[in-house]
């Protein structure tokens, strides 16, 4: 039997403060959680990867080592973009 290895990045993200919001207030978190999903996973498609699977507030993803670099920059983008959404929110 003939095995292909590669070389992969695997991703976990996970929401800080999360549990804390949840405390705080679930909606907010269960919203955060949604937005989350709609930023990430059109992305992780976007640079070819896979998105494996979610664990609570975390996503586990997987990509060819040479998107890695071009998926962080873009997660951080929209990262920086959901920091200021909430930080509206809350005002």
């Known amino acids: 039997m ?3 290895r590669q070389l ?3 991703m976990f993200t ?3 403060g999360y549990t804390a ?3 705080k207030d679930e909606q907010k978190a269960m919203q ?3 937005q989350n999903r709609v930023l990430q996973k059109p992305l992780i498609q976007k640079y070819r990867g896979k998105y494996l699977k979610e664990m609570g507030d975390g996503i586990l993803a997987s990509f060819s080592w040479r998107m890695i670099y071009l998926f962080v920059l ?3 983008v ?3 973009m959901l920091f ?3 930080s509206f929110s809350y005002q």
């Open 8 to 10: 992969a990045a695997i």
């Open 14 to 16: 996970d929401i800080v």
């Open 84 to 86: 200021i959404w909430l």
């Open 74 to 76: 873009g997660i951080y």
């Open 78 to 80: 929209a990262l920086l």
């Open 2 to 4: 003939s095995q292909s």
């Open 21 to 23: 919001l949840m405390e």
């Open 32 to 34: 955060l959680l949604d």
